[in-house]
């Protein structure tokens, strides 16, 4: 035990600690008598425990003792701080310092506790309070761990020995500062011989040359961390390391065969793809991707090769049109070769390879081949009908040599303008031209084989029309000409130009001159400026509206070309009331329009609006009349077929028993009678259809039907319209007998109508039609 021990010239405290090495010595200096105390100065140092303690028994730590005690029990001694009575106890009488729990190092590493001693009776400290720390021991109780692990890695292949790979990195939660708890050895379990790793370091490297990615790409490490420098008893930790080759440039490629052959149409287009040549290559990515030439043979201007960007295969396209009857095969040498190409491997031999490829061309019938696919013609618009404009030819490229038939695309000829002879291919005129309607004539020639008449060549034809002078000129445009009422003699009202559909190729000159007519009049003469226009002048002043509102003024215009042509044109001219400025302000039949108040818009207006209201009293005469005439003549209503009109609602869309069309909609269903009475009234005697005489034949009123019908289906008079006839038809045998006003008078009929009182002011007129007289018999109205 080492006793750590206060050197006092008075009291102190002195703590004996735990068999370890001494660890300092706590000092205090006094100074004057015993009764003149002074204030210490204290130095301490900690004390140590062992953690992951197992015993039974709590674990001594150090012992606190003072100078004052001298063991007469008058002293105790208290603890305080981190872990005070919760894991760390002293005994007050002997100031012993016991460990009541298991402690471990990696969760706290130290406590700092408060020890001091007090007067037993009163508490009073007979000595200062003091700071002590207390340390965690370690021990070896935590593996190393590889934090950041699995690891992978990717290494180029065929590297050299000793190429580093990764670094691995292994912690230990023990004390680094004490033992070899926390020093790390790195070692390999799985993967030599491939690989090694630095046992100090952890950074692993390759141990094997010329590792193959082709042969294998990928490797799995095992790499283990101990601690204790690697001794016996010493704990460990393993992580596992995922190691990939990538790819280098040391495979050269080569074609799967050093002969190919391939088969084409001799009617493929250009840029046609004709072979695909298989390239093999055991790298990946940009290492694998090719490059091809044609490098011999006889089609080196025909054809082309590329490499495909997806699969690298070579693709032989056609640079120009095939034809079997010219060469029916070709033989190629290409090359292939790589287009990244690693110096380092070149030794391996040459990164390329070359193969023959022989292209055969296969025959099919073709169609008529014009020597000019395009063709430019000229022709005169004065050219007659059936000049000859030109002659094409086509020939058939095959073998065969079929003769040539030839005719026009009329969809391009729509007009039929022009003709071609089948055999010989003259194109001649069909109808006049004009080259003023159409200048050029696109049209398509086709050439079709007698033998083969589904094979169809074409060409495009170029008819221009040459010009003539054949159209005079005239005015560019629609004059409208002003002359002010205070023109001057000898001043320009109007410069004019002209026109001509005509293009001649020196251009055009016109000339102008007043016709023989126009020449002698007193007004206005005619300038020509020698520019292809010309300026009219006042010969005089004095013009006025209320003399003369419009000047007619023709004018001779001649072309320069041959023979010439010339036309008279007329200049209108209008005398108008002018501003200070030269405007005009009103001109001719305007201005008496003017005066009155009244524009040309305001006029248009007037008349507009007694033409709507024309229109109006038309359509409201046109409305009366048609309401005025009637559906039916009245010479031709029958006073026997009157309809008595009551005002009288029926039971509305609920009442399908007031009125029953079916006999007039259905000539041929046969009615059951039967006691049905109206919804809307509910009398209470007896109703008039019920009787005990069997009801009549019905074929009587079907007959009647019928034959009205088909008055009404020839009557020129009737409504164009469906309509509802009624007709008073009671026949003979009725269940309910005759209703007849007129008969009543004359039979004995004992029924009695006074219930039709009864039935209320709807039934009212019935009522009095059909009441009891007097003498008991029915009236007659």
């Not at 660890?23 to 204290?42: I, K």
């Not at 001799?266 to 990515?285: F, H, N, Q, R, Y």
């Not at 029953?660 to 007896?686: F, I, Q, W, Y």
């Not at 039907?705 to 409504?719: F, G």
């Amino acid at each position: 035990i080492t006793i750590l021990r206060l050197s006092m010239g008075c009291s102190g405290l002195s703590f004996n600690s735990v068999p370890l090495p001494p660890v300092g010595t706590y000092q205090r200096s006094c100074e004057g008598g015993a009764h003149h105390r002074q204030r210490r100065s204290w130095v301490w140092n900690q004390f140590f425990v062992l953690e992951e303690y197992t015993g039974d028994e709590p674990l001594y730590v150090g012992k606190l003792h003072s100078d004052v005690d001298k063991g007469e029990g008058q002293v105790k001694y208290v603890l305080n701080g981190q872990g005070a009575t919760s894991i760390f106890t002293i005994d007050e009488n002997t100031g012993d310092i016991h460990a009541t729990k298991r402690l471990d190092r990696e969760e706290q590493a130290y406590y700092t506790l408060r020890a001091q001693a007090r007067n037993r009776e009163n508490n009073l400290p007979v000595e200062p309070e003091s700071e002590f720390v207390i340390k965690v021991q370690d021990i070896n109780d935590n593996e190393p761990k590889f934090l950041n692990g699995p690891y992978s890695a990717r290494v180029p292949e065929m590297s050299p020995v000793g190429t580093s790979v990764v670094t691995v990195v292994a912690t230990d939660a023990d004390d680094p500062t004490y033992g070899n708890s926390a020093r790390v050895i790195y070692s390999i379990l799985e993967g030599q011989p491939y690989f090694s790793v630095e046992p100090k370091t952890g950074v692993v490297k390759t141990a094997l040359p010329n590792m193959d990615r082709e042969a294998r790409d990928q490797y799995l490490l095992v790499i283990q961390a101990k601690d204790m420098v690697g001794q016996m008893g010493g704990l460990s930790g393993t992580t596992s390391v995922m190691v990939t080759l990538t790819d280098v440039n040391d495979n050269p490629p080569h074609f799967s065969r050093k002969s190919y052959q391939f088969s084409m149409s001799e009617s493929l287009p250009v840029a046609s793809v004709v072979a695909k040549i298989k390239t093999l290559d055991s790298d990946v990515g940009p290492n694998a991707e090719m490059e091809y030439r044609i490098v011999d043979g006889d089609g080196l201007g025909l054809f082309r090769i590329t490499p495909d960007r997806d699969t690298q295969e070579g693709l032989i396209t056609l640079q120009k049109g095939l034809d079997f009857e010219t060469k029916s095969s070709y033989t190629l040498r290409v090359e292939v070769s790589n287009r990244n190409i690693d110096l380092r491997f070149l030794s391996l031999g040459p990164f390329s390879d070359t193969a023959t490829v022989r292209l055969i061309v296969e025959n099919v019938d073709e169609p008529p081949v014009f020597s000019l696919p395009l063709s430019k013609m000229l022709i005169s618009e004065a050219a007659k009908v059936g000049t000859t404009i030109g002659t094409v030819s086509a020939h058939d490229p095959d073998s065969t040599n079929s003769p040539i038939r030839y005719s026009i695309d009329r969809n391009t000829d729509l007009e039929r303008f022009f003709n071609i002879d089948a055999t010989t291919g003259v194109i001649s005129t069909a109808k006049p031209l004009d080259r003023e309607v159409n200048a050029i004539h696109n049209i398509t020639i086709f050439a079709m084989e007698s033998l083969h008449p589904l094979q169809v060549g074409k060409c495009i034809i170029l008819i221009t029309v040459t010009d003539i002078n054949d159209n005079a000129p005239v005015f560019a445009i629609e004059y409208e000409t002003y002359l002010c009422e205070s023109a001057r003699p000898g001043q320009v009202i109007e410069t004019i130009s002209a026109m001509d559909r005509d293009e001649p190729q020196s251009g055009h000159r016109f000339f102008f001159s007043l016709t023989a007519e126009a020449a002698g009049n007193l007004n206005f003469t005619l300038r020509d400026n020698k520019d292809n226009t010309a300026s009219v002048l006042t010969m005089r002043g004095g013009f006025q509206r209320h003399d003369q509102t419009m000047y007619r003024l023709p004018v001779l215009i001649m072309d320069g070309g041959s023979p010439a042509l010339s036309s008279t044109n007329t200049l209108s001219i209008r005398v108008c009331d002018c501003d200070p400025d030269g405007a005009p302000q009103s001109c001719g039949s305007e201005a008496s329009m003017l005066s009155a108040g009244l524009s040309t818009g305001a006029l248009i207006a007037i008349l507009a609006c007694i033409l709507t209201l024309l229109v109006l009293v038309l359509l409201i005469v046109t409305m009366r009349r048609r309401k005025k005439e009637p559906l039916i003549l009245d010479e031709e209503r029958d006073v026997r077929e009157n309809i008595v009109r009551y005002d009288d609602e029926g039971g509305g869309e609920e009442d399908t028993e007031a009125f029953d069309m079916v006999a007039l909609r259905n000539l041929k269903l046969v009615r059951e009678s039967g006691g049905k009475t109206r919804r809307d009234v509910t009398p209470e005697v007896p109703s008039l259809f019920l009787s005990s005489r069997p009801p009549p034949d019905n074929g009587i009123f079907r007959d009647f039907i019928w034959d009205r019908l088909k008055e009404a289906d020839v009557d020129a008079s009737a409504p164009p319209y469906d309509s509802l006839q009624t007709y008073a038809f009671e026949g003979s045998g009725s269940a309910a007998e005759s209703l007849s006003s007129l008969d009543s008078l004359s039979t004995d009929s004992e029924q009695n109508y006074d219930y039709l009182s009864d039935w209320g002011p709807r039934f009212k007129k019935l009522a009095d039609l059909y009441g009891h007289s007097d003498d008991g018999n029915l009236l007659a109205s």
